[in-house]
């Protein structure tokens, strides 16, 4: 599974941990989560293009870089929220399509409520922010929804996986690049991912 790629940094390690600690508070779930998404979108925009351009320091002229690609942020509601805000620090121009998936509690079939993308997406970078990757049906739903919409470039940016979601992800769509901070063990009874996190938007929301 090449398009699968597992980030590893001391500085995600450790705000990873702090955010699977169930006695972890909301005030520091919700800033480690930043921390973890701002490492998670440095790496998934690591090989995206760059324009010359010829500035002017205080000293001399010289030729910095600035980036070229248009990239569109895409959270999944709600939990993709949280990684929206600091992934925006980055990008502060990039337009933001939104996309509302709930699983049932029972199935953990995810039904859409809400969809509002960008009127064009071709030749666009689409990066789609949901920071739980468990059966992958999420997922699967979004990219499939932004495909129909003509969306050519996708990459993934997760937080923490199960492996069974990794799977039907890569099997549905080989090409879309996946990043994400672990690969955990497997999905319980219930379809959390375990040992996981928990229910994420429940604890960043605080409800
Ligand atoms: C969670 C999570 C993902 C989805 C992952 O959302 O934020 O979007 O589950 O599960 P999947 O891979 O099995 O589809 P949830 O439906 O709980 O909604 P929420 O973000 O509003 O809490
Ligand atoms: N959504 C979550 O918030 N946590 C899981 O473990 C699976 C889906």
Redesign the pocket.
């Known amino acids: 599974m090449k398009n699968i790629h597992v980030v590893s940094h001391p500085l995600l390690h450790h705000s990873l941990t702090i955010i699977r600690n169930k006695d972890t508070d909301t005030e520091n779930f919700r800033r480690h989560t930043a921390i973890v998404s701002q490492i998670m979108i440095m790496e998934a925009t690591r090989n995206i293009s760059l324009l010359d351009e010829e500035i002017q320091t205080p000293l001399a002229t010289m030729t910095g870089h600035k980036i070229r690609e248009n990239i569109i942020f895409v959270p999944?509601?709600?939990?993709?929220l949280s990684m929206l805000f600091p992934s925006r620090d980055f990008l502060p121009w990039a337009p933001v399509g939104f996309i509302g998936?709930?699983?049932d509690e029972q199935t953990?079939i995810?039904h859409e409520y809400y969809q509002k993308f960008p009127f064009d997406l071709k030749d666009k970078h689409i990066m789609v922010l949901?920071?739980?990757?468990?059966?992958?049906?999420?997922?699967v739903d979004t990219i499939s929804a932004l495909k129909k919409k003509g969306a050519e470039t996708i990459t993934a940016v997760c937080i923490v996986a199960a492996p069974e979601?990794v799977k039907n992800l890569s099997e549905q769509f080989p090409e879309v690049n996946v990043f994400v901070a672990a690969i955990d063990s497997h999905l319980n009874a219930d379809?959390y991912i375990y040992p996981g996190l928990g229910?994420?938007?429940?604890r960043y929301f605080n409800t």
């Not at 999944?76 to 993709?80: D, E, K, M, T």
């Not at 949901?130 to 997922?139: E, F, K």
């Not at 229910?199 to 429940?202: E, M, Q, S, T």
């Open positions: 999944v509601l709600r939990a993709g998936l709930k699983r953990a995810a949901d920071p739980m990757l468990a059966t992958g049906g999420s997922l979601g379809k229910d994420y938007g429940d």
